[in-house]
């Protein structure tokens, strides 16, 4: 994990320190630990000279963001008008009962997190589920045993 300073600073370093970069330096983050450290915002903070407000501002801004931690496998349902018609409600009822969590919760295992989007724009596939990017249209309770099963 990039909670320690060092690791941090290796990322701002690739950037040059340069401001511009800060979306960029809090994708890199959070590819190393799954989510938005304080410690590593802070530290983003002093060394780009941002304060720490408008860094928060950013993290909250943008869905892809993150600053709770993350299981290590990302689930995502459509609930798109395509996808609610053909089901993604049942859909989301399955997931939610295979993997024991709720839309914006992380297991205990920190093995899965799950949302829900509005849209994946594929809407002839739908009802349409995304697993670590990993694109999955209509899947069956077993088809979902075997998709859970594979995230180890």
């Known amino acids: 994990m990039v909670q320690d300073v060092a690791q941090t600073d290796e990322i701002i370093d690739k950037y040059k320190g340069d401001k511009s970069s800060l979306i960029q330096v809090l994708l890199d983050i959070q590819h190393e630990n799954r989510w938005l450290p304080r410690d590593a915002l802070m530290r983003a903070s002093q060394r780009l000279g941002i304060?720490?407000?408008?860094?928060?501002?950013?993290?909250?801004?943008?869905?892809?963001?993150?600053?709770?931690?993350?299981?290590?496998?990302?689930?995502?349902?459509?609930?798109?008008?395509?996808?609610?018609?053909r089901g993604a409600p049942r859909l989301l009822d399955k997931v939610t009962e295979k993997l024991e969590i709720e839309p914006g919760e992380t297991s205990e295992d920190m093995r899965f997190s799950l949302e829900t989007v509005n849209c994946l724009g594929c809407c002839a596939l739908g009802p349409v589920m995304v697993v670590d990017g990993e694109y999955h249209s209509s899947p069956s309770r077993k088809e979902l045993d075997v998709i859970a099963d594979a995230c180890e």
């Open 51 to 85: 304060p720490l407000s408008q860094i928060y501002h950013v993290a909250t801004f943008y869905k892809a963001f993150s600053l709770m931690p993350r299981g290590r496998h990302s689930v995502s349902v459509c609930l798109g008008t395509a996808c609610q018609v």
